[in-house]
Antibody, heavy 121, light 107 residues
Framework: EVQLLESGGGLVQPGGSLRLSCVAS????????MSWVRQAPGKGLEWVSG????????FYADSVKGRFTISRDKSKNTLYLQMNSLRAEDTAKYYC??????????????WGQGTLVTVSS | DIQMTQSPSSLSASVGDRVTITCRAT??????LAWYQQKPGKVPKLLIY???TLQSGVPSRFSGSGSGTDFTLTISSLQPEDVATYYC?????????FGGGTKVEIK
């Protein structure tokens, strides 16, 4: 059974930093691209960042480019999101999602339960 | 970047009704379109990929169609357990943009 377990969320002041982690199990982590998707309270889904299976390619939404860094550690089966210079508008539940490559792209066939990030003074 | 627009943003229908949600892309995405269901307080769940292929375990009352820029998710006979917000997502290239969502309620 695939499991994605996020952690690292919490309350942080504007301008602060947090590192989110997502521990994967039940599949060969190093074979799959992964993403972070967020959802602000009462709002829709927003793709934040993605990383290739090898870690060699990373992608970011314009809203987080230059502030967030995605990475992965295959020895620990763990996906990370380093979030710096946090803003109130980054307040959201952050989901880790496993990509399934199909055709010309990848969709999300597995999601974690999410970790809540609140940016407030 | 390609934008995805869903309509309506919300709807209310009776049990047994046929429900249709549309998703439009600002540029063609071929058939690289997925639909997700998110029940209140729950994690999103994949319903359909490749515009019309039902994910394993998803009830057959759900169906998808379309290609290029215009897509449709149909629930042939709405059930109480279908109360949720539905999102489309294009995945032909990055960014993997979602539509704004359609909230489905029971009348």
């Amino acid at each position: 059974e695939v499991q994605l377990l996020e952690s690292g969320g919490g309350l942080v002041q504007p301008g602060g930093s947090l590192r989110l982690s997502c521990v994967a199990s039940g599949f060969t982590f190093s074979n799959y691209d992964m993403s972070w998707v967020r959802q602000a309270p009462g709002k829709g889904l927003e793709w934040v960042s993605g990383i290739s299976s090898t870690g060699g390619s990373t992608f970011y939404a314009d809203s987080v480019k230059g502030r967030f860094t995605i990475s992965r550690d295959k020895s620990k089966n763990t996906l990370y999101l380093q979030m710096n210079s946090l803003r109130a508008e980054d307040t959201a539940k952050y989901y880790c999602a496993k990509e399934y490559h199909y055709g010309s792209g990848s969709y999300y066939n597995e999601w974690g339960q999410g970790t809540l990030v609140t940016v407030s003074s | 970047d390609i934008q995805m627009t869903q309509s309506p943003s919300s709807l209310s229908a009776s049990v047994g009704d046929r429900v249709t949600i549309t998703c439009r892309a600002t540029q063609g995405v071929s058939n690289s379109l997925a639909w997700y269901q998110q029940k209140p307080g729950k994690v999103p769940k994949l319903l359909i990929y490749a515009a019309s292929t039902l994910q394993s375990g998803v009830p057959s009352r759900f169906s998808g169609s379309g290609s290029g820029t215009d897509f449709t998710l149909t629930i042939s006979s709405l059930q109480p357990e279908d109360v949720a917000t539905y999102y489309c997502q294009k995945y032909n290239n990055d960014p993997l943009t979602f539509g704004g969502g359609t909230k489905v309620e029971i009348k």
